[in-house]
């Protein structure tokens, strides 16, 4: 899907500036322990599923929307592992983001993993111990999202 149309619409009048947006991002496994990943098109790179809400969608609503909309992988949602301010982004246009990410653990309920949209190259289940190369920031939602003790970061923390 890329950019929702009311980032588009806001954009229209606020430029490049920075903007901070919500952004969900789901930890999704199977019945074997395996995490689904998508390889993104615009970065070649595999990476953990996620997106942002539309207007007035709860979180949740967000993660299993995403999840479905990006691999065709029906998924509920079973508990929030982790909320966190990330640090700015600048895209190649010059348009500026910092996202307040809430990642999620997920457990897949049904459908078959697939590439189903245009965002991505190819999706896939993994074991934990044999991950593709992936950014700090989708191997530590995956180790927080295998555990439940609470996350604390530390100010000087980013990612």
Same mark, same amino acid.
């Given at each position: 899907?890329?950019t &929702?149309?009311f %980032?588009?619409e %806001?954009?229209?009048?606020?430029?490049?500036?920075?903007l901070l947006? *919500?952004?969900?991002?789901? %930890?999704?496994f199977?019945?074997?322990g395996r995490?689904?990943l998508g390889?993104r =098109?615009? @970065?070649g790179g595999?990476?953990?599923i996620g997106?942002i809400? $539309? *207007?007035?969608?709860? *979180?949740?609503?967000t993660?299993?929307?995403?999840?479905?909309?990006? @691999?065709? +992988?029906?998924c509920?949602?079973e508990? =929030?592992?982790?909320?966190?301010? /990330?640090? &700015?982004v600048?895209? *190649?246009?010059?348009d $500026?983001c910092q996202?307040?990410d809430?990642t #999620?653990?997920?457990? !897949?309920?049904?459908?078959? !993993?697939? +590439?189903?949209d245009?965002?991505?190259?190819?999706?896939g289940?993994? &074991?934990v111990?044999? /991950? &593709?190369?992936?950014q700090?920031? !989708?191997l #530590?939602r %995956?180790?927080?999202?295998l555990?439940?003790?609470p996350t604390? #970061?530390?100010p000087?923390t980013?990612?």
């Amino acid at each position: 899907m890329g950019t &929702p149309d009311f %980032i588009r619409e %806001i954009r229209a009048t606020a430029g490049h500036q920075l903007l901070l947006l *919500p952004g969900v991002s789901a %930890i999704v496994f199977d019945d074997d322990g395996r995490v689904l990943l998508g390889r993104r =098109v615009d @970065t070649g790179g595999w990476s953990i599923i996620g997106g942002i809400p $539309e *207007p007035g969608e709860q *979180p949740a609503v967000t993660a299993v929307r995403e999840v479905y909309e990006e @691999t065709a +992988v029906r998924c509920v949602v079973e508990r =929030v592992v982790l909320v966190q301010a /990330l640090k &700015p982004v600048t895209y *190649p246009n010059g348009d $500026e983001c910092q996202y307040m990410d809430i990642t #999620f653990r997920c457990r !897949a309920v049904g459908g078959e !993993a697939r +590439v189903n949209d245009d965002e991505s190259l190819d999706v896939g289940w993994f &074991p934990v111990d044999a /991950l &593709p190369a992936l950014q700090e920031f !989708a191997l #530590f939602r %995956i180790k927080q999202a295998l555990t439940d003790a609470p996350t604390w #970061f530390e100010p000087t923390t980013s990612e």
